[in-house]
């Protein structure tokens, strides 16, 4: 059992920063992908970015070029650098940790984008 903990949500201006990251418990092996996912009000949860342990990303479109997902294995956390954020980034942010048929979630860090 993996516990995930994110941190670093909070309420920012349009066109600011922040930075999400997110602990997990217990070690992180090569063929877990980690990811960071979010959901809006009234609206699926949809993947923002994810990274593989050989550093590998990818990323939803409406993020690529304003958001960067890192990860330290060896501090067993991944990362996520929101820049020029909009207002439709407003979302509750989940961490994710992928291990073959294995997922697991954080709690979730709300993202309020308002001025």
């Known amino acids: 059992q993996v516990q995930l903990v994110e941190s670093g949500g909070g309420l920012v201006q349009p066109g600011g920063s922040l930075r999400l990251s997110c602990a997990a418990s217990?070690?992180?092996?090569?063929?877990?992908?980690m990811g960071w996912y979010r959901q809006a009000p009234g609206k699926q949860r949809e993947l923002v970015a994810s990274?593989?342990?050989?550093?590998?990303?990818n990323y939803a479109d409406s993020v690529k070029g304003r958001f960067t997902i890192s990860r330290d294995n060896a501090k067993k956390t991944v990362y996520l650098q929101m820049n020029s954020l909009k207002p439709e980034d407003t979302a509750v942010y989940y961490c994710n940790l992928n291990r073959g048929v294995l997922a697991y979630w954080g709690q979730g860090t709300q993202v309020t984008v308002s001025s």
């Open positions: 990274i593989t342990s050989g550093g590998s990303t």
């Open positions: 217990a070690r992180i092996f090569s063929i877990d992908v």
